[in-house]
């Protein structure tokens, strides 16, 4: 599976985005689905993910409660809905495919398949 993030940008403290990732691939609907940031000098970190079938979601503490992760299998995409959104959550976003059919991991050796990324920038 081939996937690709989109909807990056600058925005404002407080402010809201919607990223998204497309995949391609038959087998897109079996995979979980994962969102994972990574800022400048430092590792790149879990944020959401999902099961393959939408019912099962897992997010970091840093984002919970602000952030939504949801996916729409009929057109192959991944969303992660960030409100409310500081400084500290900018970072390039990279979404991520799990083929281990094992429920919705936040660690990245589940990961098979990885995104390009795409930038989020927070202004205070």
């Known amino acids: 599976v081939q996937l690709q993030a989109f909807g990056g940008g600058l925005v404002q403290a407080g402010g809201s985005l919607r990223l998204s990732c497309a995949a391609s691939?038959?087998?897109?609907?079996?995979?979980?689905m994962g969102w994972f940031r990574q800022a400048p000098g430092k590792e790149r970190d879990f944020v959401a993910a999902?099961?393959?079938?939408?019912?099962?979601?897992l997010y970091a503490d840093s984002v919970k409660g602000r952030f939504t992760i949801s996916r729409d299998n009929a057109k192959k995409m991944v969303y992660l809905q960030m409100n409310s959104l500081k400084p500290e959550d900018t970072a390039v976003y990279y979404c991520?495919?799990?083929?281990?059919?094992?429920?919705?991991?936040?660690?990245?050796?589940?990961?098979?398949?990885w995104g390009q990324g795409t930038k989020l920038t927070v202004s205070s």
């Open positions: 691939g038959r087998t897109f609907s079996n995979y979980a």
């Open positions: 991520a495919a799990d083929p281990s059919f094992a429920p919705p991991s936040d660690s990245r050796s589940y990961y098979a398949y």
């Open positions: 999902i099961s393959w079938n939408g019912g099962s979601t």
